[in-house]
C-alpha cells in the first residue's frame, strides 16, 4: 500500500510539473476580427510559443501574439513586418521595407495606404494585419515593443480541419 501511494504521489508531481511548463511555455489564442484573413480567421484557434523569443528576437513574417499598446488588457495577432533598425514606408498600399518593395503573398485584402518612412528602435517591431483593410495595427499606433509580446502564433489547430503550421516566409521583389 505504502509503494502505492508513492507512487501516486509521484504521479501527481509529475503532472503538476508537466502542467506547469506547458503553461510558461504554450498558450492558446482565440484570433477575433478579420484582421488576419485569410491566416487566420475569427474564431479559429492558434498555440502560442511564449518561449521562443527567450532565445531569439521575432523574424520577419512572424505571426506574433502581444498586448494591444493602448489597452493592455487586450492581446492582438499581426504578422511581424519590420525588426529593430529596419525602416518602413508604404506607398499606395505597398509595404517598403529597407527600399525593397515586400511581396505579401498573404495579402488578398490590400488597402491603398501611403505612409512616411518609419526607422525602427531597438526592441521595436511594425506589425500589419493580412487583411489591411479591416486591420487596426502599427499604421494607426505605431510599433510594438519587445516586452509587449506575449509570443509567435505558431500551429492553428481549431476548427481540426484547418490544423497547419503557421508560415513565416515574407518575399522581395
Same mark, same amino acid.
Given at each position: 500500500?505504502?509503494?502505492?501511494?508513492?507512487?501516486?504521489?509521484?504521479?501527481?508531481?509529475?503532472?503538476?510539473?508537466?502542467?506547469?511548463?506547458?503553461?510558461?511555455?504554450?498558450?492558446?489564442?482565440?484570433?477575433?476580427?478579420?484582421?488576419?484573413?485569410?491566416?487566420?480567421?475569427? =474564431?479559429?484557434?492558434?498555440?502560442?510559443?511564449?518561449?521562443?523569443?527567450?532565445?531569439?528576437?521575432?523574424?520577419?513574417?512572424?505571426?506574433?501574439?502581444?498586448?494591444?499598446?493602448?489597452?493592455?488588457?487586450?492581446?492582438?495577432?499581426?504578422?511581424?513586418?519590420?525588426?529593430?533598425?529596419?525602416?518602413?514606408?508604404?506607398?499606395?498600399?505597398?509595404?517598403?521595407?529597407?527600399?525593397?518593395?515586400?511581396?505579401?503573398?498573404?495579402?488578398?485584402?490590400?488597402?491603398?495606404?501611403?505612409?512616411?518612412?518609419?526607422?525602427?528602435?531597438? =526592441?521595436?517591431?511594425?506589425?500589419?494585419?493580412?487583411?489591411?483593410?479591416?486591420?487596426?495595427?502599427?499604421?494607426?499606433?505605431?510599433?510594438?515593443?519587445?516586452?509587449?509580446?506575449?509570443?509567435?502564433?505558431?500551429?492553428?489547430?481549431?476548427?481540426?480541419?484547418?490544423?497547419?503550421?503557421?508560415?513565416?516566409?515574407?518575399?522581395?521583389?
Amino acid at each position: 500500500m505504502r509503494a502505492l501511494v508513492r507512487e501516486l504521489f509521484k504521479t501527481i508531481i509529475l503532472s503538476i510539473l508537466v502542467f506547469m511548463a506547458m503553461h510558461i511555455s504554450v498558450q492558446n489564442y482565440r484570433v477575433q476580427g478579420p484582421s488576419m484573413q485569410p491566416t487566420l480567421v475569427q =474564431g479559429e484557434y492558434v498555440i502560442v510559443n511564449k518561449l521562443v523569443y527567450a532565445f531569439q528576437p521575432p523574424q520577419l513574417g512572424e505571426v506574433v501574439v502581444f498586448q494591444f499598446p493602448e489597452d493592455r488588457s487586450r492581446d492582438l495577432v499581426k504578422r511581424v513586418i519590420g525588426v529593430p533598425g529596419d525602416t518602413v514606408s508604404m506607398k499606395n498600399g505597398l509595404v517598403i521595407l529597407n527600399n525593397a518593395v515586400l511581396e505579401e503573398p498573404y495579402v488578398t485584402q490590400g488597402d491603398s495606404t501611403t505612409m512616411p518612412p518609419i526607422t525602427l528602435g531597438a =526592441g521595436e517591431f511594425f506589425v500589419l494585419g493580412d487583411n489591411r483593410q479591416a486591420s487596426n495595427d502599427s499604421r494607426n499606433w505605431g510599433a510594438v515593443t519587445f516586452e509587449d509580446l506575449i509570443g509567435r502564433a505558431w500551429v492553428k489547430f481549431w476548427p481540426v480541419d484547418k490544423l497547419n503550421i503557421l508560415s513565416t516566409a515574407l518575399f522581395w521583389d
